[in-house]
């Protein structure tokens, strides 16, 4: 028999209602103080678990996993009153006709997860947990039924909430991101944020408030975002201008990425980013986009497969040069695009991906060498880093004199 019960849900906002909708198995929310995002795991829960899935809920914030339990209880007290769903109070368990299960649990590091499992994992104030929470256990959890994950949180400067939220922002597909402030929320009251943001300091706002993503000590480049203001342009408003070019090769899981800039205007011209497609057809699409921008200079990394690449290109008659990217050469490669931004020197173009990867590069320090060494964190990309880092380079370093293509 097949009961069914009416509950009183609060109505979503916007972003709320555009991340439920999405058909992205990693979803990675970053959300201002009291902008909705434990209300809306609560929300999903109840709809997944009266659906047959089980749910599990975990967070490192006691006051967080009792405002979700009160929540979901709450909602869900006509069907509890009448025994339709079992409720274990003390181990915060609604279990639901079916077999669909929401459990709550306090966690702060991944042996809080072990011997659990789900079909949806919502990972609340993921910043503050420990990454193996998703790396060791949750991911693990959801392999028999390619089960869903949530990655819920408000900043903790770059840390691997940060990273989620760049592969996200990478992927699109099944992995996806969404940002919302805490005045993104509608329900929120003028007095109720005056409140929370009384006693804040600026950096506390923008990471609590506007759920900003602050540089840490780890941080590679700065005033990123005063640099991401290059307008969409076309090769005719180049004419007579010096373009030169920066290519990072890839294939499979790493992309192939292009960056072209003018060098009268200081400014990226145009970004290409593709994957698994043979060298081939990535040769002919180099030449399509250099021949389309008349690039007098290519400096393309020259590692390993791009090597015989960059000879059968030299072969075709374009102007193009090897890079070889070593402990030496990478670092005044990478503190030369650095200082660019810095100082801001060129102007970009204003790609979200690209964008991501610059936020999340990362220095650290060889212990045996003392060496500096640059590189995007754990399962991200720093291709387009990069081309742009090569493109800068040839900027700089002139190039041979213009030769048209095409």
């Known amino acids: 028999m097949r009961i069914t019960y009416n509950i009183n849900l609060p109505p979503l906002h916007q972003k709320q209602a555009e991340i439920k909708t999405s058909s992205a198995k990693r979803k990675v929310i970053c959300a201002g103080r009291r902008g909705g995002k434990t209300t809306l795991a609560a929300e999903v829960a109840c709809d997944g678990a009266g659906k047959g899935k089980r749910v599990l809920y975990a967070t490192p914030k006691q006051e967080q996993a009792g405002a979700f339990w009160d929540k979901t209880t709450g909602w869900l007290a006509e069907p509890i009153?009448?025994?339709?769903?079992?409720?274990?109070?003390?181990?915060?368990?609604?279990?639901?006709?079916?077999?669909?299960?929401?459990?709550?649990?306090?966690?702060?590091?991944?042996d809080g997860l072990r011997g659990d499992y789900a079909d949806l994992l919502i990972l609340d104030e993921y910043a503050l947990m420990s990454p193996d929470a998703w790396n060791l256990v949750g991911a693990p959890m959801l392999l028999d039924n390619d089960g869903d994950a949530w990655f819920i949180s408000t900043p903790r400067r770059k840390n691997h909430?940060?990273?989620?939220?760049c592969r996200g922002v990478a992927d699109g597909k099944r992995w996806a991101s969404w940002h919302f402030t805490s005045h993104d929320n509608p329900h929120l009251s003028k007095a109720a944020l005056a409140e929370i943001t009384s006693d804040l300091t600026e950096d506390g706002y923008r990471q609590e408030i506007l759920a900003e993503f602050l540089e840490n000590e780890g941080a590679v480049f700065?005033?990123?975002?005063?640099?991401?203001?290059?307008?969409e342009t076309r090769p005719e408003e180049h004419e007579g201008h010096y373009k030169v070019a920066?290519?990072?090769?890839?294939?499979?899981?790493?992309?192939?990425?292009?960056?072209?800039?003018?060098?009268?205007?200081?400014?990226?011209?145009?970004l290409d980013r593709f994957n698994q497609i043979d060298y081939t057809f990535q040769r002919g699409r180099l030449q399509a986009l250099m021949g389309h921008w008349h690039v007098g200079w290519i400096l393309a990394e020259s590692n390993a497969m791009g090597e015989p690449i960059i000879e059968q290109l030299q072969y075709d008659g374009l102007p193009v040069e090897g890079f070889q990217t070593t402990a030496s050469s990478k670092p005044p490669l990478i503190e030369n695009l650095a200082l660019t931004l810095e100082r801001e020197e060129w102007q970009f173009l204003s790609i979200p991906v690209a964008?991501?990867?610059?936020?999340?590069?990362?220095?650290?320090?060889?212990?045996?060498?003392?060496?500096?060494?640059?590189?995007?964190?754990?399962?991200?990309?720093d291709d387009t880093v990069i081309a742009r880092a090569l493109m800068r380079r040839a900027a700089g370093d002139g190039g041979p004199a213009i030769i048209e293509i095409g």
């Not at 109070?89 to 077999?99: D, K, M, N, T, Y």
């Not at 650290?364 to 003392?370: F, M």
Request: net charge neutral; hydrophobic share 35%.
């Open 355 to 381: 964008t991501a990867e610059l936020e999340a590069y990362e220095r650290k320090v060889s212990q045996t060498t003392g060496r500096s060494q640059y590189g995007a964190p754990e399962g991200l990309h």
């Open 161 to 165: 909430f940060f990273h989620a939220h």
């Open 222 to 231: 700065r005033n990123i975002a005063a640099c991401m203001n290059a307008p």
């Open 81 to 110: 009153a009448a025994g339709h769903i079992y409720k274990n109070e003390s181990r915060h368990v609604l279990e639901f006709p079916g077999g669909g299960r929401i459990r709550a649990k306090t966690a702060w590091d991944e």
């Open 246 to 270: 920066g290519v990072d090769w890839g294939k499979h899981n790493d992309f192939t990425v292009i960056s072209v800039g003018c060098l009268q205007c200081r400014q990226e011209v145009a």
